[in-house]
């Protein structure tokens, strides 16, 4: 499991580490992580720059500069408040470290020409004391870094939220942090993951003892999680998966979902539609049982039409709310989402988009919500609509989000692990009847969501390495990635 903790807590870990170190010590600890980061990132011969804020992140960034160019390399810095961190910079002064200012909303020609030359630029600006968005000085340097330049955040890309709630700051956009101690919000969640890049969280000696804010499943944990058969296993011990999809407009959800739910090893599937999907699931998954019965869990919703007025209509929205007013645990995704509403007793996982989710909320609140609005503050309004509903809440994207039921004081969990290739039609239906066979196995909602959306992106990973996927292809690529997870030596990243 990959934890990040909210940045109060990281404060008090690390006063409490600072107590007991010498004066210092710890931001040496932070400089000598970067440093030798960036040592790794350029040539000999190449150019270093640093952007310097008025903070300890611009501490950080002046004592790795030092430590660069004690080894050899040529190092400038940039500052772009007028108090940069004292110590910091003399330690660069001394070890011959180029310093000019840039404080101005106009980048100075001295800065410009450190940057014209840069191969490695790290931003030093602001850490976990920034607020959000990017001072204007800095955003006049930043904008004059080479586009071949690789550019190192120290702890965070400097604006970013260090939250990692707010997606509308302006911020810079690195190809790689170095943070220190444990990850924090800002690196795993949606509305800022994507400025930060490659992620290496540097060990200075901290100790954070409280439950973490967010937390991502690695491979391993993947592992230890999935739900392996044993000799004393039938069908119906592993789990029985109802599944309402479809109807007779959209007939490929029906197929989707039972083919993700058959691929994701399911003891069983029942599938409960109108006469043209039936048919075609029939046909196509002929380990597919028709009709209701008793089941473990449910999928509710995929190519749902709960508009659609015609008697199969009627009879298939009938249907879905017979399933969500059923005792058993429950994904709810598309067509149903807008069916539900109030609370339901059993383990219920909502499986909506940004555009979903702003319309279950605008229906729930009386309030008019935007996709744009749900896409910009996302963990808000995914835990809104988890405390209205008392479920817990999936938010799809190309990071995907679990936020636990609304009295859970479990982390979120937050996955980033498909392509963008996934963004297909058809994509949502499988995740339905993965994270569907994982709660029919008895898996908490939390778990099956974030462990659905974790082999869903491998599985979009493996359908066509590099290149655009169909929705069935995932499908069928759950097998072979639910193995090839099985079969990791433990201890592998
Ligand atoms: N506290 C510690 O023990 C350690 C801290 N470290 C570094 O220290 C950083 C935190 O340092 P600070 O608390 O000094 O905070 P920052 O370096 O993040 O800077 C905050 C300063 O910038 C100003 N500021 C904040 N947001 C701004 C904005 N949007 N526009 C303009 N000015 C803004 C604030 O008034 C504050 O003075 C960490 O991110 C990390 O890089 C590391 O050295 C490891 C040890
Ligand atoms: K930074």
New binding site residues.
Partial sequence: MIDAYAVDDV?AA?EA??SALPEGE??QR?AAGLAEVVAVRVARDGHVVVVV????????ALYAAARLAERGFAVGAVTVSGHPHARGLAAALAAGVEVVESTGESATPEGARLLAAADVVVDGV??????????PAARAVFDLVPDEAWLVA???PS?ADPSGQDSSADRVFADETVT?GVAKPVHLLPATESAVGRLTVVD?GLEVDTVPAVQRLTHDDAARMWPVPGPGDDKYSRGVLGVVAGGEHYTGAALLSVTSAVCAGVGMVRYVGPSTPTALVRAQVPEAVMGPGRVQAWVVGPGLDAEDDSEAGRAQVAAAREALASGEPCVVDAGALDLLDGPRAAPTLLTPHAGELARALSRLTGRELTRAQVAGTPVTHARELADRTGCTVLLKGSTTLVVPAGSSRLPIRSQADAPAWLATAGSGDVLAGLAGTLLAAGLSPLDAGSLAALVHGLAGHAANPGGPVRALAVAHGIPGVVAGLLERPPGRA
């Fill in positions: 404060r690390e580490a600072m710890l931001m932070a804020g008025g903070g300890n992140n611009g501490g950080d602001l850490g976990i004391g920034g607020r959000p968005g990017l001072p120290v702890d965070l604006g220190f200075i």
